[in-house]
Structure formats: C-alpha cells, structure tokens
C-alpha cells in the first residue's frame, strides 16, 4: 500500500504528540508525588508538637508550625493547579491526535478508491 505525502506528514505529526504527551505524563507524575509528599507532611505536621524543623539547604531549621502549614498549603495548591493544567493540555493533544488519526484514516481510503 502506498501512502501519499499528506498521509506520512500526519503520521509524524500524531508521533510527535504522542511523545508531548508522554512528557505531559512524566511531569504529571512528577508533580503527583509532590503533591503526595506534601500532603503526608501536613498529616504528619498535624499530630506534631508546636516544635517542628524543616530543610532548608541541607539544614534542619526550627519554624513556626502554623507558618509551615501555610507554606505547605500554598505548594499545594500551586500543584494542584499544574496538575489540572497539564490534564487539559494532555485532553486536548489527545483529541489532536484523535482527528488527525482520523484524516489518516480517510485519507489512505480515499487512495486506495483512486
């Protein structure tokens, strides 16, 4: 079967979003176990005295619990916002690749009624 010009430049294009997604997964998963971790911190930091530490440059550092709480809580809510950006972002290469698969598709029928 031959496949005409049109048809190739698309499949490398629907390869070339593949690999976008891929690397939209490898930073979702990245910023999933952040979130995780974080969110482990602040259970552990709840059933804490009021002496909590944290690391700063490989320094243990004595903080204000209720000031560390906060910053945890801000990280949080700054993953949790990448997260959902990238969700969107991996739907809609998702659907890309979806349509352009689908031009393929009627496309390679299309030459084969030539």
């Given amino acids: 079967m031959n496949v005409s010009k049109e048809a190739e430049q698309k499949i490398s294009e629907v390869q070339l979003v593949e690999q ?16 995780t971790e974080i969110e482990n911190a602040l259970s552990e930091l709840e059933k804490s005295d009021d002496e909590v530490y944290k690391i ?4 243990m550092i004595k903080t204000n619990k209720n000031k560390l709480k906060e910053e945890l ?9 990448r997260i959902k950006n990238i969700e969107k972002q ?4 998702k659907e890309k690749i979806s349509g352009l698969q689908k031009e393929i598709m009627e496309g390679i029928k299309s030459d084969d009624r030539k």
């Fill in 73 to 81: 809580s801000s990280r949080k809510e700054v993953i949790e916002l």
């Fill in 90 to 93: 991996e739907s809609k290469l």
């Fill in 56 to 59: 700063v440059s490989g320094l």
């Fill in 20 to 35: 976008n997604i891929q690397n939209l997964l490898l930073q979702k998963q990245n910023f999933q176990v952040q979130f």
